[in-house]
């Protein structure tokens, strides 16, 4: 929802770093593969309590994520990084939640499993309607420089980045944020689904 407002607030600060990296000789997969090590590092982070450091490593991996696409474009893009990039954020995405399951399964276990599995709802309906767009060459004006059709929704990656780091900040209020983010995940598939359907009639 917000991403289409902040994304282009945050591209010309973002082409600047991007630029000198592409100097220096770094690639886009590099940042891609540097950024999901980073995000897949919050989940020990976050089961043995370092909830701060998790924090950290999560806002590197959004950054990393936002550097590698513009790095990208500084060269010739290429479907196989682009391909890279979307499968990282999702596995990045769905295992985010285990950290806190891991650090109180009685606990959080359960907001976490329906908190995943809404993922699934969300990120199934965004690719599946990807790749009809694509057969289609339908495009996204919002979204042109993506390596697919972005649908959007109520739950993109400005919103998944908010209830994330507040998990972080207030990890005791993990299962509370869990169930509100899932009833959004919900909320956004739904959507997802019928304008979807309805687009592709």
Same mark, same amino acid.
């Given at each position: 929802?917000? %991403? ?7 591209? !010309? ?5 991007? &630029? ?8 886009? %997969? ?11 590092? &919050? @989940? ?20 990393? %994520? ?22 990282? %954020?999702?596995? *990045? ?11 109180? !399964? ?19 309906? *965004? ?11 339908? @495009? ?21 980045? *908010?209830? *994330?780091a507040l998990m972080c900040l207030l990890p005791g209020y993990f299962p509370v944020i869990a169930w509100v983010f899932a009833f959004v995940c919900l909320i956004t ?13």
């Amino acid at each position: 929802m917000l %991403d289409r407002h902040l994304v282009p607030l945050l591209r !010309p600060a973002l082409h600047s770093i991007a &630029t000198r990296l592409h100097r220096q000789g770094c690639s886009a %997969d590099q940042l891609t593969v540097t950024g999901f090590i980073l995000g897949i590092a &919050t @989940v020990p982070l976050v089961a043995v309590g370092h909830e701060w450091l998790a924090l950290c490593c999560l806002l590197l991996n959004r950054l990393a %994520d936002g550097l590698d696409g513009e790095v990208a474009r500084l060269g010739t893009p290429s479907d196989a990084g682009g391909y890279l990039d979307i499968t990282l %954020d999702f596995v *990045f995405y769905a295992v985010f939640p285990l950290g806190f399951a891991l650090a109180d !399964p009685s606990v959080n276990a359960l907001p976490a499993a329906v908190l995943i599995a809404s993922f699934v709802g969300t990120g199934a309906s *965004f690719l599946a309607f990807a790749t009809q767009a694509g057969k289609r060459a339908i @495009v996204s004006p919002d979204f042109a420089y993506k390596s697919l059709y972005y649908l959007d929704g109520l739950a993109e990656g400005v919103e998944t980045v *908010f209830f *994330f780091a507040l998990m972080c900040l207030l990890p005791g209020y993990f299962p509370v944020i869990a169930w509100v983010f899932a009833f959004v995940c919900l909320i956004t598939a739904t959507n997802r689904i019928y304008s979807g359907y309805r687009t592709l009639r």
